[in-house]
């Protein structure tokens, strides 16, 4: 079963901010929230990671709601080099943990 | 360097072939990873090393063969494929298994004729 759902896709305007949601709502008190992307052809980006605590890289920023049942992660000023499928993945950090790829969610970055 | 390098970047082989896909890596990585990914659909956990020792396999057809001869290297041999093996294979590494950061390889384009 999968452990997220996002919407299958999403599109933003270049320059703005793009919104990404995500609903965990059956996530244990050990497991974080991971965040990768695949860019057409590539293979997956890591992007950022956070178990209840707001988090922020170079890349972007991940807001967890308090119940952490729900997640976003916002790219600040989208550019059409961010077009990608977004893939929000729950995991402990336990050593035998999976990383386990669901549908995703294609971003569309218009110009 | 930063990279996890997989080569060949295409490859088509006939379904009586044997070939290899290799991964390597100069990160100090000691977790390795092959995914497959069939088009349009989510990249597929194969198997897990680490330490060299093979830690997990996904109930993987027994035509597909990993290898770990070192903590830099990991190669998939191939044997017997069939067309619905064509696929994107994509090795991945960790700093240790299970641990966040998984770095990624462009992967191998396979095509089985």
């Known amino acids: 079963d999968a452990k997220t759902t996002q919407p299958p896709s999403m599109d933003c305007a270049e320059g703005r901010a793009a919104n990404l949601p995500c609903n965990h709502s059956?996530?244990?008190?050990?497991?974080?929230v991971y965040w990768y992307r695949q860019i057409h052809s590539q293979g997956p980006q890591y992007i950022i990671h956070?178990?209840?605590n707001n988090e922020t890289n170079e890349m972007a920023s991940l807001i967890i709601t308090e119940d952490r049942k729900s997640s976003t992660l916002i790219l600040p000023h989208a550019t059409l080099r961010d077009t990608a499928v977004y893939y929000c993945i729950v995991r402990s950090q336990g050593g035998s943990e999976k990383l386990v790829f669901g549908k995703g969610m294609k971003l569309t970055v218009n110009p | 360097d930063t990279e996890v390098t997989q080569t060949p970047k295409h490859l088509v082989m006939g379904m009586t072939n044997k070939k290899s896909l290799k991964c390597e890596q100069h990160?100090?990585?000691?977790?390795m990873y092959w995914y497959k990914q069939k088009a349009k659909k989510p990249p597929e956990l194969m198997f897990v090393?680490?330490?060299?020792?093979?830690?997990i396999n996904e109930s993987v057809p027994s035509r597909f063969s990993p290898e770990c001869p070192n903590s830099s290297l990991l190669n998939l041999h191939l044997h017997a494929l069939q067309p619905e093996d064509s696929a994107l294979y994509l090795c991945a590494s960790s700093p240790s298994e299970g641990r966040v950061g998984y770095t990624f390889g462009s992967g191998t384009r396979l095509t089985v004729v």
């Open positions: 059956t996530i244990s008190g050990n497991e974080y």
């Open positions: 990160m100090g990585h000691r977790a």
């Open positions: 090393y680490s330490y060299e020792k093979l830690s």
């Open positions: 956070g178990l209840k």
